[in-house]
């Protein structure tokens, strides 16, 4: 790097940071002795979306995160889930070290993403992603949705409302109740 001031073609670092997913470096001129400022940055790999009609485009992550967006709209999501949704596509995406990646495959891993997160925001997307022309294929998707449901036994992160243990708490309380509502005998 040139110094700006007198182009010479040499400096020392006098200083040197990471900054986020870069370096930020301070230069001496090694013959004006003037001080500026270097970053270095990895330059991302590039990577395009192949559509449909074989065009290419880069790949964005603003428009498939809207796209998740919309179909997550009102949806009871903690707050985040989205991004996080976009994100983790995107690190597998680039991971990938693929160059090329056809939108159907980046419409999948959405719909599978959403899947997990809300069935509700899945159908959304998949009604636009598949592009339903009828209700005979809405029901197709919702059907192979409830009868995965009904098969999956639940994850090991949710546990149930009320432990058998909280149970017999509530039985046992409500016996207590019971008893107490009993009239009381006078003594005679
Ligand atoms: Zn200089």
């Avoid at 889930?81 to 597998?92: L, N, R, Y």
């Avoid at 809300?118 to 005979?136: E, G, L, M, P, Q």
């Avoid at 098969?151 to 909280?166: I, K, R, V």
Wanted: a positive charge; proline letters at 5%.
């Amino acid at each position: 790097m040139d110094c700006p001031y007198c182009g010479y073609h040499d400096s020392k670092v006098i200083d040197s940071r990471n900054i986020n997913e870069g370096i930020r470096r301070r230069r001496q001129c090694l013959k004006c002795d003037s001080r500026f400022t270097t970053y270095e940055r990895l330059q991302p790999v590039g990577l395009f979306v192949i559509k449909k009609d074989e065009r290419r485009e880069e790949f964005s992550r603003d428009k498939m995160l809207t796209g998740i967006r919309k179909a997550c709209e009102k949806r009871p999501l903690p707050s985040g889930t989205v991004d996080q949704a976009a994100d983790d596509i995107e690190a597998e995406l680039f991971h990938s070290g693929k160059t090329e990646i056809p939108s159907t495959v980046i419409g999948d891993m959405v719909m599978e993403k959403l899947k997990s997160l809300d069935h509700i925001a899945y159908i959304r997307f998949a009604s636009v992603y598949r592009d339903f022309t009828d209700i005979t294929t809405l029901k197709e998707v919702v059907d192979t949705l409830v009868s995965a449901e009904s098969t999956a036994s639940p994850s090991p992160g949710q546990l149930p409302l009320l432990s058998p243990e909280n149970l017999e708490g509530l039985a046992r309380r409500g016996r207590v109740k019971d008893r107490a509502k009993q009239p009381i005998k006078s003594r005679g």
